[in-house]
C-alpha cells in the first residue's frame, strides 16, 4: 500500500492541519516529502507516498502534531526532523536485529540501514525484512545438509531482496559515492 490513514479527533483538525491558505499542509508535504489528501471522508485524512519509511515519518508527525495542538510551520518542521530521527534509530535497530537473528556479521553500516528499511516493506502481503531472515534461516540449513558454508548461505539469502529498500535517492546517493574519488 502506498498510502495510511490517519484518524482524527473531529473534523475540524482538518481546517488546522491545511492552515491559513494551505500553509500548513504545503509544510508539511514539503518536510515530509508525502501528500496528504483531505476529501470528504470523515474524521481522516490520507497520507500517500510511495516510500514506506517516509510516509511512516509522516505518520508518525501527524500524529505528535495532532496530540501537540500547535500545528504551523516551524512547528511542523520541528515535529518532522524528530520524527526522522527516531524513525532513523528505528531503522537501525531493526536491521541490527535481522543480523543477529539471522547470524550475520561484519556487514557495512549502509547496507544494515538497507535492511532495516525492508521492515516497511511489503512483497505479496509479507514483510520484507521478515522474509529474508526466514530465506536465511533456510539457506543456512540447506548449505549445512549439502557440505557448504552455511555463513556464506545465510548472507546471501539475508541480503538477496535488498534492491527493494532502495529509493531513486539512495540510489543516486550510492552511485555518487562510488564514483566520487
Given at each position: ?18 492552515g491559513?491558505?494551505?500553509r ?12 496528504v ?54 531503522v ?16 557495512a ?16 502481503g509479507?514483510?520484507?525484512?521478515q ?7 533456510l539457506?543456512?540449513g ?26 531513486h535517492?539512495?540510489?543516486?546517493e ?8
Open positions: 500500500a502506498s498510502s495510511t490513514l490517519v484518524a482524527l479527533p473531529s473534523d475540524e483538525w482538518k481546517g488546522r492541519i491545511i491559513r491558505e494551505g500548513n499542509v504545503k509544510a508539511f508535504e514539503a518536510a515530509t516529502g508525502c501528500d489528501i483531505v476529501d470528504e471522508t470523515p474524521g481522516q485524512v490520507t497520507l500517500s507516498c510511495f516510500d514506506p519509511v517516509r510516509r511512516a515519518v509522516a505518520h508518525q508527525a501527524l500524529l505528535a502534531l495532532l496530540q501537540d495542538g500547535r500545528i504551523h510551520p516551524a512547528r511542523i518542521e520541528e515535529v518532522v526532523r524528530e520524527s526522522q530521527g527516531r524513525m532513523q534509530e528505528r537501525l535497530e531493526q536491521g541490527r536485529k535481522a543480523l543477529l537473528d539471522a547470524g550475520v556479521n561484519d556487514v553500516h549502509e547496507l544494515v540501514e538497507l535492511l532495516g528499511r525492508l521492515a516497511f516493506r511489503t512483497s505479496y509479507q514483510n520484507v525484512l522474509h529474508s531472515v526466514e530465506a536465511a534461516h539457506a543456512g540447506m548449505a549445512a545438509e549439502l557440505g557448504l558454508d552455511p555463513v556464506l548461505a545465510r548472507r546471501a539469502a539475508l541480503l538477496h531482496d535488498i534492491g527493494k529498500a532502495m529509493d535517492a539512495l540510489e543516486r550510492v552511485a555518487v559515492k562510488e564514483y566520487m574519488p
